[in-house]
């Protein structure tokens, strides 16, 4: 009785229905009350569920037979090669595994170096489709289906695993992820949460994804929807061959490989654990570039929709596809339309909610608020403060950069474009002045540069918009001489001071990253000796601690939320006696 309760509760979009409550004011607070405490006991009975186990392989006999695959195109040298040492010295036997690099870069210097490597470890081995003019070669997709059709091999691996050429695997990785596949026969993929060595101190762009690897995951992990990224993931060979290989449609080949696998019965579990530690882009501006092309390759998927002749995609899998971008590319359109309308609503002077039963609306909206920020305080709370509150929107002073990056992707072919500057590299980051600290430049003209990045500009006005017509909007209530009734239908209303807070807030991130420019730690003074082999490098033990015990401030940054029981206090107050 209780599985058949908690399995309906999961089916109900309970979490999308409250954060809609809050992104539309005009919504009654009854409602608004029904879907918040709704969405509470989901993630009290969703808790109860048992934790993913850690798994371990032990023994080195009859293990399976495993290919990890290493693309790369352009990125730094010694990044690719510590990959590759790192992807050699994982605790698996030598005759059981191989590490194949697939150099679309089609690079001497790494060949040379590769060959040099293959005297220390024979099953390494490098690969390049090499250059072909006029031919389309679909990215990564494409030179992942290289060395999975095109290379010749004695025997077919049982499994194949994928790391990106600036994640290097933990020395269980392979120990960890397998385990999970020979106990279910219908596990196609394993994948793992992304970890980084190189975040700077705070991480105020949550670069590091805390929300996704401590709520999403798990969440997803027990729906049974869980989407594997493209890099520290295991997928079965046969699988891969069933599906004709990694999708060619679009940039994000893991996002359509996952759609495609659940729609087709199979399953995907991603492991929250530590097994890959990788690179986060090294600056604000690789970080704001690297999201955009995310979020414009996500919204690609709706053209998945498309009859063209050029769809590879099988019609029966296109419809979810093509609702994964459109959900995508509504939230997006939503944020900028907010971050837009809330300013003019404010500055219009209009009434925002009927005044009839005005102080029955007025209690309702604030427990509705109140019980919204105690929800997500314990929520940040059960992870250990890992995310603060609001965590998922952290992201909202992007929504202008991601709209421009949408329209650029449909108007003028964004995916094709080849003339994205050098600091969009997410490993490249000495390109990038803003990650230059020891530059000629002096810290005026950083800063100069810094604050009139289109970024930060946009998040400028933005936050001086919203503050300036919360002033006028209450000035104007008082300098009308009229009743508290028409300041809580104005600013006072508190589903609008939310919105507020939230713009505000998000708004100021771009602009403390302006004035203090974020200090990436040096990539190679993060670095030790590998565990396993003395030949290779991996994150120093105090490193990869720092990552897993990172936490933010429980009363947010300077204690701040200490106001918000003060506020609804007052607000509960004025409603009830003045």
């Not at 300036?468 to 300041?487: F, G, P």
Request: aromatic content about 12%; proline content about 7%; glycine content about 6%.
């Amino acid at each position: 009785m209780i599985k058949k309760l908690r399995y309906k509760i999961q089916k109900f979009p309970v979490e999308k229905i409250s954060r809609f409550t809050y992104i539309a004011p005009q919504i009654t607070p009854s409602a608004a009350q029904v879907a918040l405490w709704l969405s509470a006991i989901y993630g009290v009975i969703r808790e109860l569920a048992p934790h993913l186990p850690r798994l371990r392989l032990v023994g080195q006999n009859d293990l399976p037979l495993v290919e990890t695959f290493v693309p790369c195109c352009g990125e730094s040298l010694d990044i690719i090669l510590d990959t590759a040492r790192a992807a050699c010295a994982i605790d698996y036997p030598t005759a059981r595994f191989c590490v194949t690099v697939l150099d679309d870069g089609n690079s001497a210097a790494l060949h040379k170096a590769i060959a040099d490597l293959c005297k220390i470890w024979p099953n390494l081995s490098y690969h390049s489709r090499g250059v072909k003019p006029n031919v389309k070669v679909f990215a990564k997709a494409g030179n992942l289906n290289y060395g999975l059709f095109e290379i010749k091999r004695p025997f077919p691996p049982e499994f194949i695993a994928v790391m990106d050429a600036d994640c290097m695997p933990t020395p269980d990785f392979l120990r960890a992820t397998l385990p999970h596949m020979l106990t279910r026969s219908k596990l196609a993929i394993v994948g793992s949460a992304q970890y980084y060595y190189n975040l700077p101190d705070g991480d105020p762009l949550d670069q590091a994804l805390d929300y996704y690897s401590a709520i999403k995951i798990p969440h997803l992990n027990r729906l049974g929807k869980s989407f594997a990224s493209g890099s520290g993931c295991v997928i079965r060979y046969s699988t891969l061959l069933k599906t004709g290989g990694f999708p060619t449609f679009g940039s994000v080949e893991d996002v359509t490989l996952s759609s495609i696998l659940t729609q087709s019965g199979d399953q995907i579990l991603v492991l929250t654990e530590m097994v890959q530690l990788g690179l986060a882009p090294g600056s604000f501006e690789g970080h704001v570039l690297q999201t955009s092309r995310h979020k414009a390759g996500v919204s690609d998927q709706i053209l998945t929709w498309s009859p063209s002749t050029s769809n590879t995609i099988p019609p029966r899998y296109r419809p979810a596809l093509g609702w994964i971008g459109l959900s995508l590319t509504w939230k997006i359109v939503v944020r900028f339309i907010t971050n837009i309308f809330i300013p003019l609503a404010l500055a219009s002077g209009q009434q925002l909610v009927p005044t009839t039963l005005l102080r029955l609306q007025m209690v309702l909206a604030v427990l509705y608020i109140s019980s919204f920020w105690l929800y997500e305080w314990l929520r940040a709370a059960h992870t250990g403060f890992r995310v603060s509150i609001f965590h998922h929107l952290r992201e909202w002073f992007l929504a202008t950069r991601h709209m421009y990056a949408l329209l650029h992707f449909y108007l003028f072919s964004f995916q094709s474009s080849n003339k994205w500057p050098a600091r969009s590299v997410v490993t490249g980051s000495t390109q990038n002045p803003w990650n230059l600290p020891t530059a000629s430049q002096s810290q005026a003209k950083r800063f100069y540069q810094g604050f009139f990045a289109p970024t930060v500009s946009i998040s400028m006005i933005y936050f001086m918009g919203t503050f300036v017509t919360i002033a006028y909007s209450i000035w104007s209530c008082y300098s009308e001489n009229s009743e508290n009734d028409k300041l809580f239908t104005r600013v006072a209303w508190p589903p609008m001071l939310l919105l507020c807070y939230l713009i505000l807030t998000s708004s100021l991130t771009p602009l403390r990253c302006s004035i203090w420019p974020l200090r990436y730690p040096n990539r190679k003074l993060s670095l030790g000796p590998h565990p396993n082999h003395a030949q290779a490098v991996f994150p120093k033990e105090d490193v990869r601690l720092a990552v897993m015990k990172r936490q933010r401030p429980p009363l947010g940054e300077f204690y701040h939320l200490v106001l918000v029981p003060v506020v609804l206090a007052a607000l509960m107050y004025f409603a009830l006696v003045v």
